[in-house]
Structure formats: C-alpha cells, structure tokens
C-alpha cells in the first residue's frame, strides 16, 4: 500500500497594525552590515515594503495571546519602518504585511532569524552590472539609478563599464572563469575583439594579473603622461580627431591615446611652428628634433652670451622674495628642525628666485647671422631651445689667414668657407628650418661668390714654415712645464670649443668619438649627466675667448687642478665601441677590435667602473626586446634561476620581455659586454699564479701624434 506524501502547510499572511508589533529578542543579527537603516527607510518610501515580516504571538504568562506579535525575522525592516513612523510619513495604525508563525512551533524564533538571513543568496555582481544597463535604456539616468540605489554615480558608470565588455568573457566571468579585478582590467579597452584576444593568450599563462591585462589591452597607446602628449595636450589631440582610451577602475593618470601617428604630427607640427617663433630672432639655421643625440653640439663652437638684465618688476619681486627667504631663516635660525610648512615655504621661495635669476642669453647680433639653435623636446614634454651654435663652414675668416695660409685648417682651401663682408658681419639670407638635416622651412641661402684670394704656393709656404717647425721643436724638447702647458691648451680646445677653425701648433689632440649606435635616452643618463655637469664646471672656469689668458690661465693652475683637466680632456677621447670589422683594410681590423677591447677592459678595472652603477638596467628597450629569445631566458636564469626561468619559456617574445624587465629589475645583471672581465673570472675561477698575464695594450683611442721632419 503507497504511502501518502504528508502535505505541508505554509504559515498565514495577514496584515497587521504597525504599532501592534514588537522587535523581538530572538532576531540573531545584532551586528549592522550593509545598507544602513536609513537608506532602507527611503528606499521602502520610494517602492514600499518588498519583503513580509515574519512574526509570532506574544504570549502571557498563562500561554494566551496579548494582540502583539514579535519579529524574529525582519528586525531591520522593523526599524526602517519605526524610523518613517517617527518621522511622521508613516502612520502608526498602518497594515504591515506579514507572515505569522504558529505560536505552538516547534521551529524556535532563534531557527527562523538565523534561516532567513544564511538561506538568502546574494545577487551576482553580473545580475546588477546587467539590471543597471536595463534601467538605463529604460529612460533612466546615471544619476537617477545612482539615487534609487545610494551609490555615487561615478559606481554606476563603473558597473555599465563592465556590463559593456565582450559578451564572452562575461559568460567567463559569470561562470567565475575570471576574477572581478581582470573583468576590470578588460574595460581599459573597448574592442571586443582585442579583449579575447588577450584572454586567449593569458588565460592559460601563470601571468594573469589586471596590470597584464592592462598593459597588454594599451599597449599600442601612448600614455597621456608621456612627454609627447604633454607637449601637445590631450585637448589639442582630441580636437584632431584623436581618441582616448580611461580605465575607471583605478588611477590612470590621464588615460591612453590612441593614435601615436596622429600624435606624432602634431608634435612635428607644433616643434615647426615654435621653430619659426626662433628663426625671427635672426639665426642662420635652426634644427628641429623629436630627440637629440648625446654629443649633438660636437664640433659646433657654443657661442657666449650675456645674461639679460632684470626688469625694473623682477628685480622688485626678486627682492621681495629674499626679503621673506631672510626673515624666515632668521626667525627660524635657532631651532634645530624647521617646521613642515616653513620648510616647504623656504623651498617655493628658492624656486620662484631662482626662475627669476635664470636670466635668457643676450648673443652678438653679427654672431647670430652666422650661427644656429636646436629645437626640440626635454625629458618632461616642455619645449627646449638650444641657442648659439656655430657650424665650422660657418665660421668667420680673414682676408690675410687666406692669402698667408696661415691658418693650417684653411690653407689651400678658402674657397670652401663663408666669408664676412667689408664690414666683418655675417650676411644673413634667411633662416633655414631642418629637421635630420634636411630643409623643410624658411628661405634657402643663395649662392654666393666668396671673393677669395688665392693662397700663396704651397711648396713655399711649407719651405718656410718647416724652419719655425723644427726650432720650435728644439725649443719645447727642453721645457717640460712649458710642453705640459702647449698640451694642455691643444686639449682644451680639442674638448671645449670642437671647432677645427681654432687651430694649433701642436698635432697632437682628443678625438672626439661620436656614439653613432645609442640608445635614445643616453643623453639623460646617470653618466651623461655626470659627465655634463663637470664639462660645464671646467667651461665656467676657463677663459675660452682668449688664447693668450687661457695660456696664462693653464700656467699658473696647480698640479692637481692641472692633471684633473688633462683626464677631463682625455676622457673625450676613449673610444670603447664594437665596431663591424672590415677585412679589406678601410676601418677597423679584427685585431685591431680585439685590442681596443682589451684595453677597454684594463681602463674599466683600473678606474673601478661598475655598469650597474653607471644607471645601466635591462629594459625591453635596452635589451631584452633587442635579443631572441635565448638570450632573454638566459638572462632570468643567471639573475633568478632555472626555476624561474622555467616560468617564463612558454611565453611569446613580447610578454617574456616585459616579464623578463620586472624580474630583472634590481637585480645587478649586465650582459657580457658590460661585465668586468677581471670580476667575471674572480666569480668564475681563482687564477692560478704564473697566469691571467694582462695583454699588451692597443694603440690608444686617445691619439697623440707628432709628425716628423
């Protein structure tokens, strides 16, 4: 015989009275979570009561019902409601839905508070990512949804954001394939197709962190902080037609744009039109770059000019500025630690003086007609004007110096160089604007006829002149100090003026090397900088303008000073780089490589040099993205490990990179041409006695030569 299925009996709904109810002692949640009292009190103002009270009698003490119920489940509805009641938007003798549990239950007020809250199921952030797009096509505004769930409109714009990435990685995620951070990072970029692409390459990688994402999603945009976008200005890019790219998830400071060719003429464009602001100052040429080179002024001579005087303004406001810097330090002077904000004053005070005292040059009106400036960007996206630069087909040259030959550099060849007029001015036709030499502005200069003289016979002026040679020979071969000197002078002006006009009697000299092959920030490195700031402590001190100072100038210098100048010179000279060799004698020879090399490394031991030092780190640019894949794997593996290495194997080129970069970062690996030989060998083996025997030194990068009779 079948047994019957016992039915169930379901508790009765009725309304009840407000203030016939009680918030009972059995409800278990005594910790507030979540939406607060008062924003449920408005929200059931606005839609009304969703969800029924669940209540029991209240009973006397003999088991007889007093007309009051208690509420064990929906203590927190209870008291929004209490709160529009006290608030006088709600009557007091108001029906409240309710469900009334059977006074003789066996289920305790306890079991059903605990029920109501633990069988409740949050709504998956999918759901309300999805319902807010529907009340927004629904007529609804951000802000209106904003309101009607207390939330801030910019969380309603997040959530459309990421109910608006592709439909298949939603179903990843609403399947928990993908954490809610990477479903952020995916909104970064609003090409469907792009994002499953770049999931279909993480998504089986260990690396699948939101930066990834992020970095993979923007990585054919160019920041908004990048120094190109800066020069030009997200605004004036965006009024081209450009777009942007904003991640509303975290700071993005600025966001992306998308289009760097759109960028690029624009940076082109608005370095031309400042160049042509230049060229009314009257320069004979003026370059435009993007970037320029380390070592982009060699062989120019810089011109020297005066700074402008201040203003009748700016030398009040300067005086009122030190003014207030003295009466600070002053107050100040007796405590051992300045206040923050004194501090911080003391250092707005420097800064706003010191823009006042970096004074703009004033050049020679005739220097100018004959010499240039360089137009480009500096490292933070402000313009940079490089002024006073004179080519050495530009320099001035005498009448006398062509017909005499005295000047070796010009002898035999006057015809080539620009002469002055009658009146030693350089005629000035029109600023040429160049961008990698080539014109692409102003007037080109006509052609013209440089009136020269022609020079005396050759074979007299060496016949007369070889007799100066040799007795000056004499002369210095017996006067060591003087010889240090003559050196000294040829050097200095080999380093600091780099124009073969200047001439010498004495062959000997520091050629400079120009790095054909560098890397773009070279110029702003650690020891670029260095190198810079004590060139221009020497060139401060030295008077360049003038021969004959500058020889007494170097023969009164103490020993010390004397001996840090002649490294300061030589160093110019050294020429440490791998260069192709040519087995058919033009340029350099394999063994000639192999002892430029050699001495290479004795220089670097000798002096200490440690690359790591020198600001030198493998980056995707520098390196990594610069070498197969091997190599970059053989890099972790010598820095992290095999382990780690082993990460990386399944990687495309591309992201191994960029991985490669962070792992490396800090860690002091340098790839074989950057490492000390004698500290290879140290890590590597002892040296035996009797070997490690230091090869003979190569002609030296710093050339002296001294020619013979």
Not at 594 to 607: C, E, I, K, P, Q
Request: net charge negative; aromatic share 6%.
């Amino acid at each position: 015989m079948t047994k019957a299925v016992q039915k169930i009996t379901l508790s009765p709904s009725r309304d009840i009275p407000f203030d016939k109810l009680v918030l009972s002692q059995a409800n278990v949640r005594r910790i507030k979570a979540g939406v607060s009292v008062e924003e449920l009190a408005e929200d059931i103002a606005r839609r009304g009561l969703l969800q029924s009270l669940s209540v029991r009698h209240v009973l006397n003490d003999d088991g007889t019902e007093t007309g009051k119920f208690e509420i064990p489940a929906g203590g927190r509805r209870f008291q929004a409601l209490s709160l529009l009641v006290k608030q006088k938007r709600l009557a007091k003798t108001t029906p409240i839905p309710c469900i009334v549990r059977d006074a003789g239950s066996a289920i305790l007020a306890e079991d059903d508070s605990l029920a109501e809250n633990m069988q409740r199921v949050a709504l998956h952030p999918l759901d309300q990512f999805r319902a807010f797009v529907a009340l927004r096509d629904k007529g609804q505004s951000d802000a209106e949804v904003a309101a009607a769930f207390f939330v801030t409109p910019q969380i309603v714009k997040q959530r459309l954001k990421l109910a608006s990435v592709a439909p298949a990685l939603l179903e990843i995620y609403a399947e928990d394939g993908m954490t809610l951070e990477q479903l952020m990072a995916f909104t970064v970029n609003p090409d469907h197709a792009r994002q499953v692409q770049v999931w279909d390459v993480i998504h089986s990688s260990w690396n699948k962190e939101p930066f990834q994402i992020r970095r993979m999603l923007t990585e054919t945009s160019v920041r908004a902080s990048d120094r190109r976008a800066v020069f030009v200005g997200v605004e004036a890019y965006e009024a081209a037609g450009g777009t942007m790219l904003h991640d509303l998830f975290q700071g993005d400071d600025g966001g992306w744009l998308e289009d760097p060719a759109l960028l690029d003429r624009l940076v082109v464009e608005k370095l031309q039109a400042e160049a042509e602001t230049v060229a009314v100052e009257g320069w004979k040429w003026i370059e435009v770059a993007l970037d320029l080179p380390y070592g982009y002024s060699h062989g120019l001579r810089s011109l020297a000019g005066d700074p402008a005087p201040m203003t009748d303004d700016e030398g009040a406001a300067h005086a009122k500025l030190l003014a207030e810097y003295r009466a600070l330090e002053e107050e100040y002077a007796g405590q051992d630690e300045l206040p923050d904000e004194i501090d911080t004053r003391l250092g707005v005070l420097e800064a706003e003086m010191e823009k006042i005292e970096t004074r703009p040059l004033i050049f020679d009106a005739e220097e100018i007609g004959r010499a240039g400036a360089f137009v480009t960007l500096d490292r933070y996206g402000a313009l940079a004007v490089y002024r006073g630069y004179v080519r050495p087909e530009d320099e001035p040259v005498e009448e006398t110096a062509v017909q005499d030959a005295t000047d070796p550099a010009v002898a035999g060849r006057g015809d080539d160089r620009d002469l002055t007029d009658g009146h030693g001015s350089a005629a000035h036709v029109g600023t040429v604007i160049m961008s990698g030499g080539q014109p692409i502005g102003g007037d080109l200069p006509e052609d013209e006829d440089d009136g020269a003289l022609k020079p005396l016979p050759e074979r007299l002026v060496m016949e007369l002149t070889a007799h100066r040679t040799l007795a000056l020979r004499e002369a210095i071969g017996r006067s060591p100090d003087v010889a240090l000197t003559l050196l000294l002078l040829k050097l200095v002006t080999d380093t600091f003026r780099t124009s073969s006009a200047s001439g010498s009697c004495l062959e000997a000299s520091v050629r400079h090397v120009y790095m054909s092959a560098q890397a773009p920030d070279l110029k702003d490195s650690v020891v670029a900088k260095l190198v810079d700031e004590r060139h221009a402590e020497w060139k401060a001190d030295l008077p360049l303008g003038d021969d004959a100072a500058l020889w007494d100038y170097l023969t009164v210098l103490d020993q010390g000073s004397r001996l840090a100048l002649l490294a300061h010179c030589l160093s110019f000279g050294v020429n440490a780089l791998h260069e192709k060799v040519n087995p058919y004698g033009a340029g350099i020879s394999a063994g000639g490589l192999t002892r430029r090399m050699a001495h290479a490394d004795h220089v670097a031991r000798a002096t200490g040099l440690d690359m790591v030092e020198a600001g030198w780190e493998p980056t995707v640019d520098t390196y990594l993205n610069r070498v197969p894949k091997a190599r970059i794997l053989e890099a972790v593996r010598e820095a992290k490990g095999e382990g780690t290495a082993q990460l990386l194997d399944h990687l495309k080129k591309g992201e191994m990179a960029s991985e490669a970069e962070r792992l490396l970062k800090g860690s002091g690996w340098l790839p074989e041409v950057l490492r000390r030989v004698d500290l290879v060998a140290l890590e590597v083996r002892t040296v035996p006695k009797g070997r490690g025997r230091m090869p003979k030194w190569p002609t030296a990068s710093v050339k002296l030569t001294f020619p013979h009779s």
